[in-house]
């Protein structure tokens, strides 16, 4: 049943703490978890988002000095850097909606008043000012879907948002570009003696954190 297995993933999925540097996630996998990532859904479907895969293992080794010294790191099969725009413009806008009009076989002049609404909202609206907010809000929902992705093939994972987002722009070269770091995700296979693995999962009751107005 569909039902067991998610909720068996979800509880199988930890924080990984340590995982194993010999293991890898393989292609198919992989290719899998990436569109997790690019099929999450977002505001408008906009997309605000970039995704850095860092391969290059001396570069690893520098991220993991700014990132509190974690070892899911370098350790980790792949790492994944989040990154997110700051401000979005009606350039932006536009190759979006171009992509729409190719991809439903429509005209960019039918959709004239959605675009013209995406950006009186969001590019010359109030709305304008936390875009780097809004942005990072929708990289957490791909983030999530990741996560579970990831769980239910049976890949470790950890967020980390332990990390100096300044010093990642810098050594990813993304000081003068539209994109930010926001956070990070390592994902592979654990090693078996990260013993938190085995800790109980510690979340409020469902009548904690459930409201339902009747
Ligand atoms: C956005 C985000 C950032 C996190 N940053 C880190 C981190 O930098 N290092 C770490 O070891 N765990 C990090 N965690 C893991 C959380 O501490 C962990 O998810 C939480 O304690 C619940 O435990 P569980 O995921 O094992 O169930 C992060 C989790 C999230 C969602």
New binding site residues.
């Given amino acids: 049943m569909v039902n067991e297995q998610i909720l068996e993933a979800l509880d199988w999925?930890?924080?990984t703490?340590i995982f194993d540097a010999d293991k890898k996630i393989n292609e198919k996998d992989w290719n899998t978890l990436v569109e997790s990532v690019r099929l999450a859904p977002s505001s408008y479907g906009l997309q605000p988002w970039k995704f850095i895969v860092v391969e290059n293992k001396e570069l690893r080794a520098k991220l993991r000095e700014v990132?509190?010294n974690?070892s899911?790191v370098t350790d980790a099969s792949h790492y994944l850097v989040f990154t997110t725009l700051e401000k979005l413009d009606a350039q932006y806008v536009d190759k979006f909606v171009a992509d729409i009009a190719k991809t439903r076989g429509l005209q960019v002049e039918d959709l004239a008043g959605y675009r013209d609404m995406m950006v009186g909202n969001l590019v010359e609206g109030p709305r304008s000012q936390t875009i780097d907010a809004w942005a990072q809000r929708q990289s957490?929902i791909a983030?999530g879907q990741l996560t579970l992705a990831a769980g239910l093939l049976k890949i470790d994972t950890?967020?980390?948002?332990?990390?100096d987002p300044a010093a990642y722009d810098k050594l990813l070269g993304l000081e003068d570009g539209p994109y930010k770091t926001i956070?990070a995700v390592a994902l592979g296979y654990r090693k078996d003696d990260d013993k938190?693995k085995d800790?109980k999962?510690?979340r409020f009751d469902q009548e904690e954190v459930f409201e339902y107005k009747k």
Avoid: N
């Fill in positions: 999925r930890y924080a703490k990132s509190w974690q899911q957490y983030m950890c967020a980390l948002e332990g990390l956070a938190y800790l999962k510690v």
